[in-house]
């Protein structure tokens, strides 16, 4: 998995249904064409339940124009000429309508720039906050009297107040045979991360059905989460440790947003009477700038993303940061990416996003990331103007554009279950276009 693979984390919590997201590649199986032959490459566009294809589709072979590109059964076959290594995948995802008071058109445009160099077997997504799954009752009964302070109980994100000895849920969530996650939350906001006190797991449910084979969910000490410690080293002066983001995933398809809005120095962990074999956590750990803080302008940050089957104290060493101030202000600017801190490392990634009409109906987001391979040794990166390709976004005229920009170095592999760490340094900011 590509080093880009680090914005993981955002669509993560996307799929959990709090925003919408795009999509990032992941790249792997190295090798290129034999002889005088083409390289294949073949990118995969994820069909799952949270996922959508791709409105438009376009290429770049070298340095080539791009060109419309059709999807055959969510595959996108590219035929790589001997003695070209570069390739390009544009993709837009279809609009997301947020919720908003007037409702806002969400447009996410995805470039993905690489290498034959990087591998020949790559995926993208475009991920929808609307599950297109079929939905089923599930009815379960709960007792969470012995877990001091509960005020909600929820099922799979299905969420009561907790307000006597038993709770009778019956709930419509998505089909199928998963595992089934259940919390208890303290305060307001009963199936909220940072308010959880017990967590258990029914494992391999079937829905529409009875739960737990139809017994009762009775809650006890032993399911209550446990406290974790986070210690931060290389923390650069005039930083601050953020608060954490920690999802915990099971073998057997649940996922539970665990922190966000947390203590920097700590994280929930789950249980151990709910763990099994296969299970694992996905965590970002990082610090960002005083000064870009309190100036709600832009800043400087650090950080760590790691998968990882323990649920102990953490430990992250921190990079040293990444001074940017910015791209000069154009429609599509470029990116200059000049730090030193993953010289002479390998799998260091960059990646950068405009966007902008934030106070308008229609909000527009182009995401691009690179490849070392691809760069070449480059520090800068440019935007491409891609309107002239039918379906595209059309670059902005005037207003505010929001910016940011990353450098990651390390991987995260799609081994089940995954591991892997990645560092990565980012800045961000603003300007306005006249």
């Known amino acids: 998995m590509s080093s880009s693979s680090f914005r993981l984390l955002f669509c993560a919590v996307v799929v959990a249904g709090l925003a919408g997201c795009g999509g990032s590649s992941s790249g792997g199986s190295g090798g290129g064409g034999g002889g005088n032959n083409p390289t294949i490459v073949t990118y995969t566009f994820n069909s799952s339940a949270n996922s959508v294809p791709p409105a438009v589709v376009a290429t770049q072979v070298g340095a080539g124009a791009y060109s419309l590109a059709t999807l055959t059964s969510s595959k996108l076959i590219l035929s790589i000429p001997y003695g070209e290594t570069n390739f390009s995948v544009a993709y837009l995802c ?48 709960v007792n969470a009297a012995a877990i001091p302070g509960a005020a909600g109980v929820a099922v799979d994100g299905y969420a009561m107040p907790w307000s006597s000895s038993t709770l009778d849920f019956s709930a419509a969530i998505p ?25 258990k797991i029914l494992r391999s449910q079937t829905i529409p059905g009875a739960l737990n084979g139809g017994a009762s969910v009775v809650f006890g000490t032993s399911d209550e989460v446990v406290p974790q410690t986070i210690t931060y080293n290389n923390l650069p002066a005039g930083f601050f440790a953020n608060s954490p983001l920690v999802l915990y995933y099971t073998a057997g398809g649940a996922g539970i947003l665990l922190d966000l809005a947390g203590p920097s120095g700590q994280y929930l962990s789950v249980p151990s009477a709910a763990v099994q074999t296969g299970d694992y956590y996905l965590m970002s750990m990082g610090a960002q700038s005083l000064a870009g803080a309190l100036s709600l302008g832009g800043g400087t940050g650090v950080g760590i993303e790691r998968y990882t089957s323990s649920g102990g104290p953490q430990s992250v060493t921190l990079p040293a940061p990444w001074s940017y101030a910015g791209p000069t202000a154009a429609a599509l600017p470029t990116f200059n990416f000049v730090y030193s801190g993953f010289s002479g490392m390998s799998n260091v990634s960059q990646d950068a996003n405009v966007t902008w009409g934030l106070e308008t109906a229609s909000m527009n987001e182009i995401f691009m990331d690179s490849t070392a391979n691809y760069q070449n040794g480059s520090t800068s990166m440019t935007v491409p103007d891609l309107s002239s390709v039918s379906g595209f976004l059309t670059p ?38 006249p």
């Open 175 to 199: 089909a199928g045979t998963y595992d089934v996650p259940i919390t208890v939350s303290m305060g307001e906001y009963y199936n909220s991360y940072d308010n959880y006190l017990a967590i």
């Open 396 to 433: 902005p005229a005037e207003g505010t554009i929001y910016w940011t920009a990353d450098i990651a170095q390390g991987t995260l592999s799609s081994t089940n279950p995954p591991s892997g760490t990645i560092q990565y340094v980012s800045n961000n900011g603003t300007y306005a276009l």
């Open 94 to 141: 279809p609009p997301e309508v947020e919720g908003t008071i007037p409702p806002t058109q969400l447009n996410y445009e995805y470039i993905n720039q690489a290498s034959t160099k990087d591998g020949t077997l790559f995926s993208a997504s475009c991920f929808s906050a609307q599950s297109t799954t079929p939905t089923g009752v599930a009815t379960v009964q």
